[in-house]
């Protein structure tokens, strides 16, 4: 099936938008991307996008600080992103990718004195760890400090230091990498933020942790709280504790909530998927393919009925 971009303010066929070479993103990583995924639900015969108003709000405060200004409101944003969802047309699970840009064709490592531009584009996209259940390993590479680039958004060039810990995993055998902080502390997956359960309560580093503020991880969060009456603590998180949780799992819009059954070759608690972890998986299935109405809110049907 044929699919379209939004591109240089126009939709497109996917495989006729293209940048120049001397593109400035292309060389120093001056972007920002977005993944949102639209589910779709076969039943209702609709595709639901989850939580897009808050991908846009997050894209946004990531353009503020590469200094670009873009000419779209949030609302903007989604409307341009149902309207290509529904030009796509497709009938099954899709990742939708945004990417604000720094778009002039002009070399030179800066932020100010550049254009910029938005694209977005679609295409079927099934789950990203292919494994029901992850092993997991510590990475050798650490998250960078906000000093350094800054964690809270999705800066393109900031994902060269989580493709090196990826590959590291996985050349090593494992499904994912844990990043620690500059210190030595929990931060995340490389591309999801990352739970334990102890003691019946959720923990999961906080936002001084050098994390992304995951979209899916403030889903589970507030499921955990208003469905399950669990409460989340958010704080410094040491490696050690990671190898005795009860449970641990990992959120993102591409993993959606992934059991960890293993870190560092240590099995977390019998190695199973565990009961919280479950019930929160449920609950969030539920939800993302527009199964729950009292969650509706935060998923935008594409198709008109
Ligand atoms: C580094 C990183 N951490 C966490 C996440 C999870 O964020 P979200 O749940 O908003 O997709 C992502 C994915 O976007 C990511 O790239």
């Known amino acids: 099936m044929p699919s379209y971009a939004y591109f240089q303010k126009q939709f497109v066929p996917l495989s006729e938008a293209k940048i120049g070479i001397m593109t400035n993103c292309l060389h120093y990583g001056t972007a920002i991307?977005?993944?949102?995924?639209?589910?779709?639900?076969?039943?209702?015969q609709q595709m639901y996008i989850f939580r897009l108003?808050?991908?846009?709000?997050?894209?946004?405060?990531?353009?503020?600080?590469?200094?670009?200004?873009?000419?779209?409101?949030?609302?903007?944003l989604c409307q341009i992103t149902t309207?290509?969802?529904?030009?796509?047309?497709?009938?099954?699970?899709?990742?939708?990718?945004?990417l604000a840009y720094k778009s002039s064709e002009s070399l030179g490592v800066r932020l100010h004195d550049l254009?910029?531009?938005?694209?977005v584009f679609a295409f079927p996209w099934g789950p990203y760890l292919k494994?029901?259940?992850?092993?997991?390993?510590?990475?050798s590479w650490r998250r960078p400090a906000d000093n350094v680039i800054p964690t809270q958004a999705k800066i393109c060039g900031l994902y060269?230091?989580?493709?090196?810990?990826?590959?590291?995993?996985?050349?090593n055998g494992f499904d994912e990498a844990?990043?620690?902080?500059?210190?030595g502390h929990v931060s995340e997956g490389t591309g999801e933020n990352i739970f334990l359960v102890k003691d019946g309560k959720l923990v999961t580093p906080a936002s001084y942790n050098n994390i992304l503020m995951g979209i899916t991880r403030n889903t589970v969060i507030e499921l955990a709280k208003n469905e399950l009456n669990i409460e989340t603590v958010e704080r410094q998180v040491d490696r050690s504790e990671l190898y005795t949780a009860d449970e641990c799992f990992l959120t993102g819009t591409a993993a959606h909530i992934t059991p960890v059954?293993?870190?560092?070759?240590?099995?977390?608690?019998?190695?199973?998927?565990?009961?919280?972890?479950?019930?929160?998986?449920?609950?969030y299935f539920e939800i993302i393919y527009g199964n729950n109405s009292k969650y509706s809110d935060w998923c935008t049907p594409v198709y008109k009925k």
């Open 131 to 139: 494994v029901d259940k992850a092993r997991c390993s510590v990475s």
């Open 53 to 76: 108003k808050e991908h846009y709000k997050r894209i946004l405060s990531g353009c503020q600080l590469l200094k670009m200004d873009l000419p779209y409101s949030v609302d903007k």
């Open 160 to 171: 060269a230091n989580n493709a090196f810990a990826k590959t590291e995993a996985v050349e």
């Open 83 to 98: 309207e290509l969802a529904e030009k796509c047309g497709f009938k099954e699970n899709i990742y939708i990718r945004s």
């Open 33 to 44: 991307f977005e993944g949102t995924r639209g589910n779709w639900n076969n039943e209702h």
């Open 178 to 183: 844990i990043m620690l902080t500059p210190d």
């Open 261 to 283: 059954a293993e870190v560092d070759y240590r099995k977390i608690a019998n190695g199973e998927i565990g009961e919280i972890t479950k019930q929160l998986q449920k609950l």
């Open 115 to 119: 254009e910029s531009d938005f694209t």
